[in-house]
């Protein structure tokens, strides 16, 4: 490894692993990945860890590149003078470059009582605690699920399909995403499964008890479990370490993922905001910005200068238990349009991508260069229209999960 170039990707998720597979496409550069878990994890099936019909996890040795170094600890502080990252374990890496990738989680709710008795399902270790708690549940017990965007109404689906009693408490909009006839459509699947849906602006929750969750109109509904699936956040690394981050600490970049404060810090995923427009949170973004992240450094590299960043993919898929969905088509401002596809035929499309996700990463692994979606032409025009347009203001719409 003497005299490589040495990369270190923070983060193996969707936009660290797709980044650091790519980053192998020169031999003189030696790739590290730090992630605090030795498997990766398949965040999109989260809702069906909930629900007992499948594990969300990928061995790592199926979708990273052999020649990427996997470190198994967590960064905990980044010297981007000094050039070197800190490990919860007391080691220290030092780096040429580093692709910030750390992705995101549950934020920490302000509702009195849901940090006690909610139960989060962003991640992993979240997400199996869950299903240990609904499996010592009877099944006639009440389930509370609080949030109506992605994760919410795909949990509570996963569970009423089992026989739960659910209950999907939205605190104003079901699917705030969704176009109004694909949200109609959530709803009458949703229905059917049984679920009892708490819409409004009454449906705000103020307070979680042990056994209940108190709404804004002073309703009170009971849950022997409540599940708390309302508003992500990106970890405060990037903020710890002195770096320019957003109000909700994603770290500020460029148009070609470059950090504002330095040219050897490139940013992916959850947790990058470029331009202070930062995308939705999504896999469905995740990808082709690991993609763009390793070009940009791949480029620096050759001496030549980064493209921008362009996007021009959007779409939400929503599953609804195993054997339905919504699947909602939006414009290039990510804004859901009228055409969706319900029923069995969306959730053939969720599970198709799904399986695809690892099919993108194995193959950047095995042929690095091969994924060229984040270069399908039209995106960057667009981008360029909403930063005069001043549209910072729409990062609020990254306040959900990561989906297809």
Known sequence: MTGKTQVVVIGGGYAGVMAANRLTRRDDVAVTLVNPRPDFVHRVRLHQLVGGSDDAVVAYRDVLAEDVRLVVDTVTRIDAAGRGVTSAS??????????????SGSAEPDVPGAAEFAHP???????RRLRRVVEATPAAAPVTVVGAGSTGIETAAE???????????????????????GRRSAARQLAGLG???VDGSGSKVTAVTRGAVRLADGR??????????????????AARSGLSTDAAGRLLTDETLTSVDDARVVAAGDSAAPSGLPLRMSCLNAIPLGARAADTVLSR?????????HHSIYAQCISLGRGAGVYQLANRSDVAVWLHIGGGPA????ELGCRSIPGYL?????????????????GAARRRKLLRAGAPAAAGRTAGRRVL
Do not use: M, N
């Open 90 to 103: 007391g080691g220290t890496l030092g780096y040429d470059y580093l692709v910030y990738a750390v992705g």
């Open 121 to 127: 399902a962003a991640t992993l270790e979240e997400a």
């Open 159 to 181: 569970l009423a399909e089992q026989g739960r009693r659910v209950t999907l408490v939205c605190g104003g909009v079901l699917g705030p995403y969704l176009h109004a006839r």
């Open 195 to 197: 679920v009892r849906v």
């Open 220 to 237: 009170e509904l009971p849950g022997e479990v409540t599940v708390w699936t309302a508003g992500f956040g990106v970890p405060g690394l």
């Open 301 to 309: 590299l050759a001496g030549e200068q980064p493209a921008p960043l």
């Open 347 to 350: 959730a053939r499309i969720k």
């Open 362 to 378: 194995t193959g950047e692994a095995r042929e690095p260069g091969s994924y060229r979606l984040h270069r399908l032409p039209g």
